[in-house]
T-cell receptor, first 116, second 113 residues
């Protein structure tokens, strides 16, 4: 049981380049999330998904797109990278709503992205 | 937007002492709270959670206290160890915002041997 995995671990991009970050989970979780973490700030939600084929915008969605074609995978795309997107990106997943049950998110190890 | 805030950005404690990390939240509609630990270069790791129908919950060496009157959350770590050195985040879940979690900026805990 690998939990939540992210690829790549680290990437350097030039301004205007595109890339896709992959998140995979093997816990059969319904909900998946993409966050970015910047120095001195808490995790900020970019996009999330409450099930296969569904996505929704979070707090800071501009410049990013996502897809959830398979339940276990959640992709984060940057179509035209900008220096402001230099950050550490975390994926998380959790079970669907369960009355009285644990609703915590399980996080991946992160992807460090540098945009020059 | 609303945000979860922490009273202190850094905390240093002696090994063996108890640690208390505080968190304030702004939305009285939040009904689920989580504490995470994040070590350098790693993703956040779940420590303990609490629902709004509880005032206190205990885990192994950790206790979370919830004061809904003043919208305050605290994490107590007993007999703090060097391995507890990390950044600690609180997060709140507001059910009326589509199952989104909002995170505080974090408190950096340093344990002095």
């Amino acid at each position: 049981n690998a939990g939540v995995t992210q690829t790549p671990k680290f990437r350097v991009l030039k301004t205007g380049q595109s890339m896709t970050l992959l998140c995979a989970q093997d816990m059969n979780h319904e909900y998946m999330y993409w966050y970015r973490q910047d120095p001195g700030m808490g995790l900020r939600l970019i996009h999330y998904s409450v099930g296969e084929g569904t996505t929704a915008k979070g707090e800071v969605p501009d410049g990013y797109n996502v897809s959830r074609l398979k339940k276990q995978n959640f992709l984060l795309g940057l179509e035209s990278a900008a220096p402001s997107q230099t950050s550490v990106y975390f994926c998380a997943s959790r079970t669907g709503p369960a009355v009285g049950g644990e609703e915590t998110q399980y996080f991946g190890p992160g992807t460090r992205l540098l945009v020059l | 937007g609303e945000s979860v805030g922490l009273h202190l950005p850094t905390l240093s404690v002696q090994e063996g002492d108890n640690s208390i990390i505080n968190c304030a939240y702004s939305n009285s509609a939040s009904d689920y709270f989580i504490w995470y630990k994040q070590e350098s270069g790693k993703g956040p790791q779940f420590i303990i959670d609490i629902r709004s129908n509880m005032d206190k919950r205990q885990g192994q060496r950790v206790t979370v206290l919830l004061n809904k009157t003043v919208k305050h959350l605290s994490l107590q770590i007993a007999a703090t160890q060097p391995g507890d050195s990390a950044v600690y985040f609180c997060a709140e879940n507001k059910r009326n915002t589509g199952n989104q979690f909002y995170f505080g900026t974090g408190t950096s805990l340093t344990v002095i041997p």
